[in-house]
């Protein structure tokens, strides 16, 4: 008997940021936490990790082979990308990470390549399309809560609650309109970009979620599902969402 062959799993890009190790001789790396890899092992696509200095050629010809596209967490975006009033608010940015990332961004929506966009992810997917950040939500935000629980906290601490749009891709995926998040950043979502909605919101009015509408999947998130899907199972869902409409689009 005739064995047939298994669909090959999708393949999920998920962007890296640049750090030092900490030896004697310091060296740099390309790095990404775990917890994003084994998220979307678990969800049952296969992760690609994308190197920074590529250039748009490259860039172009590595998204046409991707099945999927994850914009992972990390610095601040360079207030260049959406007229920053207050620069001195901004920090650890890296130019390159944010050239690649817009890029990627812009040309996965223009194609409709699948795309879950996660803390920094979900802030950039904004300002790719033309959106702004509150470059401190604390500082300029009226009647801000606290959202940036890191160092001390652990990361899968569910700070605050988050209100779904009942009918959302977001509801859909989670299940429900109402979750607990964590929460590890100090920017936030201010003008909402042409063609992107907001789908969650922080109890202070925070947007905690945005979606393009007409997209197979298209979907950021202001918190960290990738160290949730075992405490709040749900969480896996997003990735689940993206892994199957990667799928889907072969």
């Not at 084994?38 to 998204?63: C, F, M, N, S, Y």
């Not at 007229?83 to 817009?102: C, G, K, M, N, Q």
């Amino acid at each position: 008997m005739t064995r047939k062959p298994s669909t090959p799993r999708p393949l999920i890009g998920l962007t890296t940021y640049r750090k030092t190790s900490v030896k004697a001789n310091p060296v740099a790396v390309y790095a990404l936490m775990p917890s994003y890899v084994e998220a979307v092992i678990a969800a049952g696509g296969v992760p690609l990790l994308i190197p920074l200095g590529l250039d748009e050629e490259a860039l172009r010809t590595l998204l046409a082979r991707l099945d999927g596209l994850l914009l992972t967490g990390g610095g601040d975006i360079a207030g260049e990308h959406y007229d920053s009033a207050h620069p001195d608010f901004i920090f650890d940015v890296d130019p390159d990470r944010d050239r690649v990332e817009l890029f990627l961004a812009r040309e996965a929506l223009a194609n409709d390549v699948p795309m879950l966009a996660i803390c920094r992810g979900h802030q950039l997917m904004n300002v790719a399309l033309g959106g702004s950040l509150y470059e401190d939500v604390l500082r300029l935000m009226p009647s801000a809560i606290k959202h940036d629980y890191w160092g001390e906290y652990p990361r899968n601490l569910l700070s605050h609650e988050v209100t779904v749009c009942a009918d959302s891709l977001l509801a859909r995926r989670l299940g429900r309109t109402t979750v607990r998040v964590n929460s590890l950043h100090h920017q936030g979502v201010r003008d909402v970009a042409p063609g992107l909605v907001a789908s969650a919101h922080a109890p202070d009015g925070l947007i905690e979620g945005l979606e393009v509408p007409g997209r197979r999947y298209a979907l950021g998130v202001q918190w960290h599902p990738e160290n949730l899907i075992y405490d709040a199972p749900p969480m896996l869902s997003l990735f689940q969402g993206l892994v199957e409409a990667a799928a889907d689009g072969r």
